[in-house]
């Protein structure tokens, strides 16, 4: 466990945790449009995420608050927070600092995509940096 | 319990679907780039949303097959499918017929914007169609 923001503020109230205490967030790149990548955050790194003004996640896969770029040096600078209808999801308009936000090295993390055609997943994305480059050989970031 | 679609494509083992048999289903306009809504996908709801060519979700709330625009007849009409890094979201581009793809009857479902000088929720879009007139007065769609 990480220390806790506090006191929260008030606008944390009309986002709706679900029973893990986490809210689905949309990363989307605030100059091409693009989807970047989509993670979770609990109520404490959504607080962070405002108040330091870069996307701050919690990683599920490591159970801790994880500040996109802190080994990569990608952060991500937000530019505006939305919260949808239902208060479970909220949008990020992003600046991706160093353009990689997936952490297999490429722009994004939809780099597949669904050929009509043969049904099957096609790789659209190239790697641009190397993930060990990245993060070095035994650590990543993942949600 | 809907009808199972039999037999599942094989693209699917790709996906990784939660404990709930669920993945998270982001819908991108395809000509804006606006994020319109996020909602979640079952196995089945995933298999349908390609072989229909159309939006289909899984309810949460009404634990059912939802097609999106199935009360409203604002279908979403899926041009791309596109799978993350780690198999657990989709992301669909969309042409969303009639405008409209949030159930408060706004063009989409980020409305509320944190504002930065205030730290409160701002209401950015306007409600185009009176929800009642896209469901009646007692049936929605929600996820």
């Known amino acids: 466990m990480s220390t806790p923001v506090a006191p929260l503020p008030e606008w944390l109230d009309a986002v709706r945790f679900d029973a893990a205490g ?35 996640y919690w990683s599920r896969s490591r159970g801790q608050i994880w500040r996109k770029g802190e080994s990569s ?38 780099f597949r995509r669904l050929d009509p055609s043969s049904s099957q997943w096609e790789t659209t994305e190239a790697v641009r940096v190397d993930p060990e480059q990245l993060y070095g050989p035994t650590t990543t970031e993942t949600s």
């Open 22 to 56: 986490l809210v689905t967030a949309v990363a989307q790149d605030v100059t091409s449009g693009r989807v970047l990548m989509v993670a979770w955050m609990n109520r404490e790194a959504l607080a962070l995420t405002q108040r330091e003004g870069r996307a701050v």
């Open 73 to 110: 040096g990608h952060v991500q600078r937000v530019r505006e927070i939305r919260l949808d209808c239902d208060g479970d999801t909220v949008l990020l308009a992003v600046e991706q600092v160093g353009g990689i936000a997936c952490h297999t090295g490429r722009e994004h993390c939809f």
